[in-house]
């Protein structure tokens, strides 16, 4: 048996879905008289604004679509955000990475924050595709300060690496960290440079720490690698992480750091740590204090 192609799996993708839809889903009136199941080619070319032998074709793997057409398509057959993911990777796209509104950011947080407070003595965090922080638990809070002390529009991971001197006080080596997660946003941000929010953090980036200024114009890219990460709280001494990060299954243009204690002892260490009063992060430009 071969394998199809990307192009007749979009396709058999693509005909699957019309065939599930009535003709009341999409507001048009019912006929008793159709032979075949869920809606016809026609209709779906006609609420696509495309033509009929080009969307037989697209369903025969026969040409290519453009995202904007795909979208369309995909609001004609009424895809949720997993059927158009799914129908991007097939055509070849990116996946989409439209902005999260308030209330879909607000349960991406609440669906994996439980997550993240499962985790007592390793530090964790909710990254939205902004690098923005949505959700952290204690330990995060213990060792890098609590991010609720940090303006809204400076609650974002580069600023606190950058701009907040507590996560650079107790981190060995920030530089290379600092540049990899930077270069990580810069890939997720090239297809969205003209987002508000992601000029915002250029402007904020800019705007505090002008010192390096050189690697925001910087066109480097990278993914965020796994890596062992070394830090050292006052008090507690010297602890060894190990960074990992996965994407939540809802957002898959989010993502959550873990920073996992490699040993016995560092498990020891964050655990002393994360019993102690939080604090807030220190040393924000004053300005912007208060």
């Known amino acids: 048996m071969s394998t199809p192609l990307p192009s007749q799996e979009l396709g058999a993708f693509l005909r699957a879905h019309r065939e599930l839809l009535q003709p009341a889903d999409v507001g048009l009136p019912a006929n ?22 080009w969307y037989t074709w697209l369903e025969q793997g026969r040409v290519t679509a ?14 949720d955000p997993a059927g158009l993911r799914h129908a991007m990777r097939l055509a070849g796209h990116h996946e989409p990475t439209g902005p999260l509104d308030g209330e879909r950011s607000g349960h991406l947080a609440s669906t994996v924050q439980p997550v993240l407070d499962s985790w007592p003595t390793s530090p964790a965090v909710l990254l939205d595709r902004h690098f923005d922080l949505l959700g952290w638990n204690t330990s995060w809070s213990a060792l890098w300060g609590a991010p609720e002390a940090v303006p809204a529009d400076r609650r974002n991971l580069m600023w606190l690496m950058v701009a907040g001197r507590q996560l650079r006080a107790v981190l060995h080596d920030w530089e290379p960290l600092a540049m990899n997660v930077f270069q990580h946003f810069r890939a997720q941000a ?54 990992s990060s996965f994407h939540p299954v809802d957002d898959p243009s989010a993502l959550v750091l873990l920073f996992t204690p490699r040993t016995a002892e560092d498990h020891a260490r964050m655990e002393t740590l994360s ?6 992060v220190g040393g924000l430009p004053e300005r912007h204090a208060g």
């Open 190 to 243: 090239g297809t969205s440079l003209s987002d508000p929010r992601t000029g915002e953090v250029y402007r904020r980036l800019d705007e505090d720490a002008p010192q390096l200024r050189h690697w925001w114009g910087c066109h480097s890219v990278a993914e965020l690698t796994a890596r062992t990460v070394v830090v050292e709280p006052p008090g507690i001494g010297r602890i060894e992480l190990a960074l």
């Open 32 to 53: 008793s008289r159709r032979r075949t199941p869920g809606l016809r080619r026609e209709e779906v070319a006609s609420l696509s604004g495309v033509g009929l032998a």
């Open 275 to 280: 019993e102690r009063p939080l604090r807030a």
């Open 66 to 79: 453009s995202r904007q057409v795909l979208e369309a398509v995909a609001r004609a057959l009424r895809l």
